[in-house]
């Protein structure tokens, strides 16, 4: 199997394990004030898996596709990230 590959899977299992283990945390706190603040950590767990399997992926392909692309990819990411944050 392709390392890219398995890293890429295996980062987005640890995010929705996280994910998931964070669901469960709010359930048993049952506190408002608490929930949001592991909500808003989860905001930065979100995020940082995005940039990681995106560059893992980049890195993998950057050989077979021209540098206009790559630019054109972080762009997009960008935008998503522009877009969410307003």
């Known amino acids: 199997m392709d390392k890219a590959i398995l890293g890429m899977a295996l980062l987005r299992l640890l995010s929705g394990t996280i994910e998931i283990s964070a669901a469960f945390l709010i359930f048993k706190?049952?506190?408002v004030d608490k929930a949001l603040l592991i909500n808003s950590?989860?905001?930065i767990v979100g995020p940082l898996i995005l940039i990681i399997t995106?560059?893992?992926g980049l890195l993998s392909i950057a050989a077979d596709i021209s540098y206009v692309k790559i630019i054109w990819i972080f762009v997009g990411i960008i935008c998503i990230f522009y877009g969410?944050?307003?």
Do not use: E, F, G
Request: hydrophobic residues 40%; proline residues 0%.
């Open 29 to 31: 706190i049952h506190q």
């Open 41 to 43: 950590s989860l905001a």
């Open 84 to 86: 969410v944050s307003k």
């Open 54 to 56: 995106t560059s893992i």
